[in-house]
Antibody, heavy 119, light 106 residues
Framework: EVHLLESGGGLVQPGGSLRLSCAGS????????MAWVRRTPGRGLEWVSA????????YYADSVRGRFIISRDNSNSTLFLQMNGLRVEDTALYFC?????????????WGPGALVTVS | DIQMTQSPSTLAAFVGDRVTITCRAS??????VAWYQHRPGKAPHLLIY???SLKSGVPSRFSGGGSGTEFTLTISSLQPEDFATYYC????????FGQGTTVEIK
């Protein structure tokens, strides 16, 4: 059974940094694209960043490009999101999500989320 | 950017009701739409992809339809566990979600 579990959330001041992790299990981690999606009360779900199965190709939403860095450690089945220059509007519940194949389209499994509060 | 607009934002219904949620895309996105269910405190759950393909294990009371710019998610007979927030998502050009529709108990 596929499991995704985020960690690393917390309270941080504006301008600060946090690193989210997502541990994957129950699937062959290095054969699937992965992504981070966040949910805010006012804006609903917002795609943040995505990464190819190999890690060689990355994608970022305009709102986080230049501040966030997505990466993955396929040997340890872990996805990361390094968040720098955090802003109040980055406050959200951050979900790790798995694509159904190498191509990143929709997301067939999600974690329960990690709360990031910037205040 | 492709915008996805869901309606209604909130929907109150009885157990057993048939409910339909609509999602409109700002551009033609063909059939590349997915639908998710999200209950508070839980991981979001994929229901439907490619407009109308049901994910394995999802009850058949859920169905999806549409094409181009207008899409629907229908629950044929609402069950207690279906009270949640539902999101559409396009994956033609980047990835964009609708703002969500919360289905509440009437």
């Amino acid at each position: 059974e596929v499991h995704l579990l985020e960690s690393g959330g917390g309270l941080v001041q504006p301008g600060g940094s946090l690193r989210l992790s997502c541990a994957g299990s129950g699937f062959i981690f290095d054969t699937y694209g992965m992504a981070w999606v966040r949910r805010t009360p006012g804006r609903g779900l917002e795609w943040v960043s995505a990464i190819s199965a190999t890690g060689r190709t990355t994608y970022y939403a305009d709102s986080v490009r230049g501040r966030f860095i997505i990466s993955r450690d396929n040997s340890n089945s872990t996805l990361f999101l390094q968040m720098n220059g955090l802003r109040v509007e980055d406050t959200a519940l951050y979900f790790c999500a798995k694509a159904p194949e190498r191509i990143i389209a929709f997301f067939d499994y999600w974690g329960p989320g990690a709360l990031v509060t910037v205040s | 950017d492709i915008q996805m607009t869901q309606s209604p934002s909130t929907l109150a219904a009885f157990v057993g009701d048939r409910v339909t949620i609509t999602c409109r895309a700002s551009h033609n996105i063909g059939k590349w739409v997915a639908w998710y269910q999200h209950r508070p405190g839980k991981a979001p759950h994929l229901l439907i992809y490619e407009t109308s393909s049901l994910k394995s294990g999802v009850p058949s009371r859920f169905s999806g339809g549409g094409s181009g710019t207008e899409f629907t998610l229908t629950i044929s007979s609402l069950q207690p566990e279906d009270f949640a927030t539902y999101y559409c998502q396009q994956y033609t050009n980047s990835w964009t979600f609708g703002q969500g529709t919360t289905v509440e108990i009437k």
